[in-house]
């Protein structure tokens, strides 16, 4: 008889100190880390909370000790008992009832430990030990490896950067992180299953299938099901299984599968894949369901005359990637919900982004991450973790573990679709050469490689990332670290040529770029006072931003090169609040620049994903998502570009191009149109045309000439408005519809629902296609002359958690801010003179608003609100 007792909840925690003086015992949560019950029972300060981190550091330096106790019924069957901890951080011994039952030294791995010595009917005590990394690593010599940010990790299979990074303070936990529950399947269980598709034909696929049985104690039966995503059976088999092949292969055929596409391109449809182990006489032994899609994954790489490209491609279509790195969402990683997951990756979702990179210093996720990634369409590729070090590879035992590791994760991960490229580490091999002995190049080696071919032979594996051309690195060929904000002769000098930088941009997929921005002034004053934003010494800010040692900056640290070009862009501030707008524009304008570079490049370049999507502590430094999950500005900049059907403007000199954009699988129909103005509301010569844009395409549409539209000559009140908009589906002529659209258009769907939007930036869910506009000026941001603008505000509520603004303005409004804790169809926009947006807004999950809109722009003169 199977047997599962659930051991999560409070258990008791005591810690002993390096002096012997205990702490505690007080009541822990598991899952859970030390540092959240700490902090829980006023035992540490809250290390989210200015410069308190550092006051957390003994945490590390203890020994501490987790017990509980759990009755096992009298009679019942011990043999095959065993107890699963799905995540130990790090260092741990397992004692029960006083007696070994094993030990742990790999956070990312389940480890499972036979109990039969030691478990005993009725009440038994169960205790985890973890040693402090200090004592653990007494002897081992820490600078035989070069490591950046901290020593010691490289010896530890843990969450590296929480050593200590250059974006999160060193916060080294101790804990039992995922679930743990003691369990007996005395018969045999299933161990593994797992199904990929081998080919797409016209009507048909062909999927392999492979399960994997553990412990048979006789021969069995397997009864496997295939269900297609609404629920009815498309395949069944049954089939017997022997304890002497515990492995059974095979492949399916379904008829007109429903695949699994990228968000953007198509429905991410999901299967499932059922399996019944049962003893030959009927009894049920074991089950497990797992997601799958039906799709296939391939990176399209093809010679020219500079490299050759790198293109993620799905089920035969291109896709031009948009997203981020994602790095672990809290330093204590057991404290990151579903829900929390839900929120975050939602976000992606209706930014228009469609992919992440799981980069390799933080955790592989949790399977909520992977589920919700399934469902939402997001491609995720996945950094081994390994990350900005030299590993001891040269050292048997790392290898073995390496091989432990790599092996137990493809086998967690491989049924999701999600799951679309692996790579070796993060840039162990930066900037060498295919032939030269780089570091991790013995893992990839020995590892790696192997290891993802012979168990994962389903997606593209990449031994390091950045990956090919000459050195390592190379904008011509495979994937890129690049950034046109984070370069040195840029940084050091006047600034002025940063659009032009960034058009010479020639990666063929960016996967990571990395463009800091401050948060809103409101997530700020969750981690430090106002004194601390305005004071010009700006500790706290150094504090929460960090820097890299390794930038050869001396003085100009990451803050100090924030501050630094917004006001080379944007000018010097009159306030310390309004250098915070300008530090919070820095992400926008670069972000939504580079978007609309690389995709007017498609498919030449292939991908931009920026560093980095979300934060791991509270910070003002790089990601797009702040740590507490509010989008900062550079989200609603790569939102802006992202649209499905984009229109921008280029700017080829003495002219400009005016490019369409289609990241969608159709053709796309409509009217383009540019009009010149100045910032004061007077317009002047327009153009207009019908436009097509072929399926999954760029298309320049038309050149203007600059002199003739007023851009030359130092014009600093001269702007150019590039106009899109989509013909409707349904009755009437082309012409009635595009007439129509002009006066208002159908709303995002989703989250935000329908709504009527006046004005061009309206879009229209239905078909995921989107009316867009764009505005240009010839001269620095700083240099462009805005008579002071007048906002009228309007709040029109649906319920007590979501709405729209109506925004208008009689001039030019630069960068119109929304600056309530809302989450925002868009913000941070630039309104035409004269123009009206409504913009739908709605809150974090559970949380009411009833308050007042607060609208600013950088030029305003005075604003209005009336509900």
Not at 589 to 595: G, H, S, W
Not at 680 to 699: K, L, Q, R
Not at 727 to 743: C, D, L, V
Request: a negative charge; one cysteine or more.
């Amino acid at each position: 008889m199977n047997e599962r007792i659930d051991l999560n909840g409070s258990w008791k925690v005591t810690g002993i100190m390096p002096d012997g003086q205990p702490v505690g015992p007080f009541e822990g949560t598991v899952p859970g880390h030390v540092h959240t019950d700490l902090l829980r029972r006023g035992l540490i300060k809250d290390p989210m909370w200015r410069d308190q981190a550092n006051e957390c550091q003994w945490v590390e330096h203890g020994e501490w000790i987790y017990e509980t106790e759990f009755e096992w019924p009298a009679g019942r069957d011990r043999t095959s008992v065993r107890i699963c901890f799905e995540g130990l951080d790090t260092i741990a011994a397992v004692y029960l009832n006083d007696s070994p039952v094993g030990e742990a030294d790999n956070m990312f791995i389940p480890h499972a430990f036979s109990v039969a010595h030691a478990l005993q009917p009725g009440v038994n005590r169960l205790k985890v030990r973890f040693t402090p990394i200090p004592i653990y690593l007494q002897d081992k010599d820490t600078d035989k490896y070069v490591s950046l940010f901290s020593q010691d990790r490289v010896y530890v299979r843990r969450m590296q950067c929480t050593f200590g990074w250059d974006w999160v303070h060193r916060l080294v936990s101790y804990g039992i992180w995922r679930p743990v529950y003691i369990e007996a399947k005395p018969a045999g269980e299933i161990a593994h299953s797992w199904v990929r598709t081998l080919a797409l034909h016209e009507d048909s696929a062909t999927l392999a299938w492979e399960v994997e049985t553990a412990g048979l104690s006789q021969d069995g039966v397997l009864r496997l099901e295939l269900a297609a995503p609404g629920g009815e059976p498309v395949w069944s088999f049954v089939t017997g299984i022997r304890p002497s092949q515990p492995v059974v292969k095979g492949e399916l055929r379904v008829e007109q599968p429903q695949l699994w596409w990228p968000a953007g391109y198509g429905e991410p449809a999901l299967y499932r894949f059922s399996v019944s182990l049962m003893a030959s006489g009927g009894e049920a032994l074991d089950t497990r369901t797992d997601e799958i899609g039906i799709r296939i994954v391939e990176v399209e790489q093809i010679p020219d005359e500079r490299g050759s490209s790198f293109t993620i491609v799905v089920n035969g279509e291109r896709i031009f990637a948009k997203g981020g790195n994602w790095v672990p969402a809290d330093p204590f990683p057991s404290t990151v919900t579903a829900e929390r997951y839900a929120h975050l990756l939602q976000l992606l979702v209706d930014g228009h982004m469609n992919m992440l990179r799981v980069w390799g210093g933080g955790t592989y996720e949790l399977p909520e991450f992977w589920h919700t990634c399934n469902r939402l369409g997001i491609l995720v590729s996945v950094d081994f973790m390994m990350a900005c070090a030299e590993y001891p590879d040269d050292e048997p035992w790392f290898i073995a573990a390496m091989k432990k590791e790599v092996a137990s994760t493809i086998k967690q991960l491989r049924n999701h679709p999600s799951l679309a490229l692996w790579y070796g580490d993060n840039e162990l091999a930066m900037n060498n050469n295919e032939e030269d002995d780089y570091w991790g190049k013995r893992v990839c080696a020995e590892v790696t490689t192997p290891l993802c071919a012979e168990l994962d032979p389903s997606r593209p594996f990449f031994p390091t990332s950045p990956i090919y051309g000459r050195p390592f690195n190379s904008q011509d060929a495979g994937d890129c670290h690049v950034s046109p904000w984070y370069e040195v002769d840029f940084l050091l000098g006047d600034m002025r040529d940063y659009r032009e930088r960034i058009r010479e941009g020639r990666g063929r997929f960016l996967s990571e770029s990395a463009i800091p921005g401050s948060p809103p002034l409101s997530s700020l004053l969750k981690m430090m006072t106002m004194a601390d934003v305005t004071d010009e010494q700006a500790d706290i800010w150094e504090f929460r931003t960090k820097d890299n040692p390794y930038n050869g900056q001396d003085e100009l640290t990451h803050y100090r090169l924030l501050e630094k070009t917004s006001a080379a862009l944007f000018g010097e501030s009159a306030s310390p609040l309004e250098k915070v707008k300008k530090m919070e524009y820095v992400q926008y304008e670069f972000e939504r620049m580079q978007i609309e570079h690389y995709r007017r490049r498609k498919y030449d370049s292939s991908g931009v994903l920026f560093w980095m999507y979300n934060d791991c502590w509270p910070a003002s430094g790089w990601s797009m998502i702040d740590y507490y999950g509010y989008p900062k500005a550079g989200y609603y900049g790569a939102k802006r570009a992202s649209k499905p059907v984009m229109i921008s403007l280029e700017d080829r000199g003495e002219e400009l191009g005016v490019w369409l954009v289609n990241d969608t699988l159709t053709e796309r129909r409509g009217v383009v149109r540019v009009r010149a103005a100045t910032t004061a509301g007077v317009y002047g010569v327009s153009w207009e045309t019908e436009a097509v844009v072929p399926a999954n395409e760029a298309a320049l549409i038309h050149t203007i000439v600059k002199r003739e539209w007023g851009l030359t000559g130092g014009a600093a009140d001269a702007v150019v408005q590039a106009l899109w908009q989509p013909y409707a589906t349904g009755s009437g002529s082309e012409g009635e519809q595009a007439e129509q659209g002009e006066q208002g258009e159908q709303g995002e769907q989703g989250d935000f629902g329908n709504r009527g939007v006046h004005g061009v930036h309206g879009d229209q869910g239905d078909q995921g296609v989107q009316g867009d506009s764009v505005v240009f000026f010839d001269v620095l941001p700083k240099e462009l002359v805005c008579p002071p603008a007048t906002l009228e505000v309007e709040c029109f509520r649906r319920d007590a958690s979501s709405g729209h603004l109506v925004i208008r303005t009689d001039v030019y409004a630069r960068v119109v801010t929304i600056e309530n804790e809302l989450l925002l169809e868009d913000n941070y926009f630039d309104l035409m003179p004269g123009e009206t947006r409504e913009v739908a807004y709605r809150t974090m999950a559970g949380v009411e608003w009833t308050g007042m809109p607060v609208v600013t722009c950088w030029n305003e003169a005075q604003k209005g609100g009336r509900e």
